[in-house]
Every structure is written in structure tokens, then in C-alpha cells.
């Protein structure tokens, strides 16, 4: 996951600048992964997902890479606007999904003006 | 068109009294789940059901029922409320358990056990 012990990383941008969130995932079985953004208060948002036969895949202002080598994930958001502000979650899953998504710790994603 | 609506979205309990977390959705998802959310950390699963009758442990059951009697509704159960039961309550659903497109959240339920 993107952090050890009980506080979540924080990464703190500037309005305008590209965002990147990194995640390590720990089952290299998994074969499916996904971002999530969280704001305050609300429950998890579907961002982006990759398969992992693929090493990246674009969205709208949203970029994920998947490194299976090192087990590495990354978010690019690009042009980063205050709406961005949130806890992001990297999740991954182990072939047929039945079992759930395993989740990360988060990155509290900060935009300062 | 509700999607995944979870209540209620605050609850205190005192220590042993047990309750029902209630997550209805209306998109006629087969898979549905339960996560739980402590501070610091990343959802972990609980229960989850891969279609009406069918339900099954997650990473952290301990402590928690479920049953899925209808497609729509996938109620949890503490049956004697803990202090380490404390937490943010996800209720999560998907057309089918191959989480293609993600998981639609419920916004959840917020239980303090005292």
C-alpha cells in the first residue's frame, strides 16, 4: 500500500500543476486494479481502472500506469483543480472478483491555491 | 435512479446491544459487499454475496452476520456491538463479481460503539 502505520501520506499541489499518486499493491496474482477518489463525508468514487495485461490507460485528465515488475501503480492527474482535493485509494483484485478489492491506505490529496 | 443507499448514516450504540446496518441498491447488482473503514486505512472487506441466497466471509467477518434474502437489499448485522467495531460502514454493489466497472459505494454508515 501507499503508506505504513496509521497516518495517511499527504501529498500537497499546486492548482494547476499535475498530481502523482503512487501505490505499491502487494499480490502479484492481482489482476485487475483500480483508483478511487474519496471526499469528505462520501463513500468511494470510481476513477480509472488497467488490467493488468495493460501498462497504462488514459481518462479524462486522469492517467494510470501499471508497472507489474516492481508492483507499482501510479494516478497522473493532470491540470489539478480544486475539486481534486480527496483521499485517493488504489484497489486491486486477484482474478474474478468474488473476494472483493483489496484496498490501500490512501493519499490525501491537498490543492493549494 | 438511487444506486446504493445505505442508512441509517449515523448510529451510537452502546457496548452489547446488537443492530442492523440496512444498503439497498436498485440497479439490479448481483455482487454486493460490505467494507469497513478505520482511520488511516484502506476499506477491508467483511461479508460480501455474489447474488440473492449466496454469502460469504471477507478479511475481517468476526463479530458480523449478513443474509441476502432479496437481489436488492444486503443487511448487516452486529450481533453484540464492541468498541473495536468503531467505524465508517461501506456498502458496495456491482453488476457481476468481476469488478469490471467498478464497485458503486453507498456514502455510509458512521457507528460509534460506546
Known amino acids: 500500500g501507499e503508506s505504513v502505520g496509521l497516518h495517511l501520506p499527504t501529498l500537497s499541489v499546486q492548482e494547476g500543476d499535475n498530481s502523482i499518486i503512487n501505490c505499491a499493491y502487494s499480490n502479484s496474482a492481482s489482476d485487475y486494479f483500480i483508483w478511487y477518489k474519496q471526499e469528505s463525508g462520501k463513500g468511494p468514487q470510481f476513477i480509472i481502472d488497467?488490467?493488468?495485461?495493460?501498462d497504462k490507460r488514459q481518462g479524462q485528465r486522469v492517467t494510470v500506469l501499471l508497472n507489474k515488475t516492481v508492483k507499482h501503480l501510479s494516478l497522473q492527474i493532470a491540470a489539478t483543480q480544486p475539486g481534486d482535493s480527496a483521499v485517493y485509494f488504489c484497489?486491486?483484485?486477484?482474478?474474478?472478483?468474488?473476494?472483493?478489492?483489496?484496498f490501500g491506505k490512501g493519499t490525501h490529496l491537498i490543492i493549494q491555491p | 435512479n438511487a444506486g446504493v443507499t445505505q442508512t441509517p448514516k449515523f448510529q451510537v450504540l452502546k457496548t452489547g446491544q446488537s443492530m442492523t446496518l440496512q444498503c439497498a441498491q436498485d440497479?439490479?447488482?448481483?455482487?454486493m459487499s460490505w467494507y469497513r473503514q478505520d482511520p488511516g486505512m484502506g476499506l477491508r472487506l467483511i461479508h460480501y454475496?455474489?447474488?440473492?441466497?449466496?454469502?460469504d466471509q471477507g478479511e475481517v467477518p468476526n463479530g458480523y452476520n449478513v443474509s441476502r434474502s432479496t437481489t436488492e437489499d444486503f443487511p448487516l448485522r452486529l450481533l453484540s456491538a464492541a468498541p473495536s467495531q468503531t467505524s465508517v460502514y461501506f456498502c458496495?454493489?456491482?453488476?457481476?463479481?468481476?469488478?469490471?466497472?467498478?464497485?458503486?459505494f453507498g456514502s455510509g454508515t458512521r457507528l460509534t460503539v460506546v
Open positions: 458496495a454493489s456491482s453488476l457481476n463479481p468481476t469488478p469490471k466497472y467498478g464497485y458503486t
Open positions: 454475496s455474489v447474488g440473492a441466497g449466496i454469502t
Open positions: 488497467i488490467r493488468s495485461n495493460m
Open positions: 440497479m439490479n447488482h448481483e455482487y
Open positions: 484497489a486491486e483484485n486477484t482474478g474474478g472478483g468474488a473476494d472483493g478489492l483489496t
